[in-house]
């Protein structure tokens, strides 16, 4: 997993409260025996017109924020069903982190375990935030993770909170396997000592 340390890049207003997981990832692109090629599905009704072509009103294709490495979202965003493929696209398209006043658990958890930033701000925050981004020339920021700061072009600083846990994690490039191996002596010691007092388990 790619670690999360300091990431500079555009960051694209989605504000809209609810954005589920089947607007993030439709239905239709859960169908693959492997992670490969989400990307396309990503907000796929909202980047296409009927005909195929992109949407130019849509705000991930146009000029000023294409390429973006962050998005400001409205509260609630991820809700709906469980679908890991949502953040697994999303990283596949470039993204992050998520800037907003609220996800959905199971959404949440999902971009923890998959190297994507979360980052919880007060509401009127985020709305401010929003602002700043919704033009292009401001929308550029940088996301500070040692520091836990969001920093603005006109020298604007946000500061936000993450538990120690998904920070180290994040930091180190680690999922919850590769976090679990960090303590192989130890459990090996441990399976050790449990069957040398238990052996009927072997």
Avoid: Y
């Avoid at 294709?61 to 469980?82: M, Y």
């Avoid at 701000?121 to 401001?138: P, Y």
């Amino acid at each position: 997993m790619q670690p999360f340390t300091r990431v500079t890049g555009k960051a694209a207003p989605m504000l809209a409260a609810n954005i589920d997981t089947d607007v993030i990832m439709p239905k239709q692109f859960l169908k693959g025996i492997d992670r490969s090629g989400l990307d396309r599905g990503v907000f796929f009704d909202l980047r296409f017109v009927p005909s195929g072509e992109p949407d130019p009103e849509f705000i991930l294709n146009q000029p000023g924020w294409q390429g973006a490495k962050f998005l400001v979202t409205g509260p609630n965003f991820g809700c709906g069903s469980s679908r890991e493929h949502a953040v697994w696209g999303l990283k596949q398209t470039g993204i992050r982190a998520l800037i907003g006043s609220s996800f959905a658990g199971i959404f949440h958890d999902n971009c923890q375990r998959n190297g994507v930033l979360t980052i919880v701000l007060q509401e009127a925050q985020v709305q401010a935030l929003g602002k700043v981004i919704s033009q292009a020339h401001s929308a550029q920021i940088e996301v500070d993770l040692p520091a836990q700061q969001i920093r603005l072009q006109d020298g604007r600083v946000m500061p936000f909170a993450i538990d120690a846990l998904s920070k180290d994690a994040l930091l180190s490039g680690l999922d919850a396997i590769g976090s679990t191996l960090q303590r192989r002596e130890q459990i090996l010691a441990f399976e050790q000592r449990h069957l040398a007092h238990n052996p009927w388990l072997a």
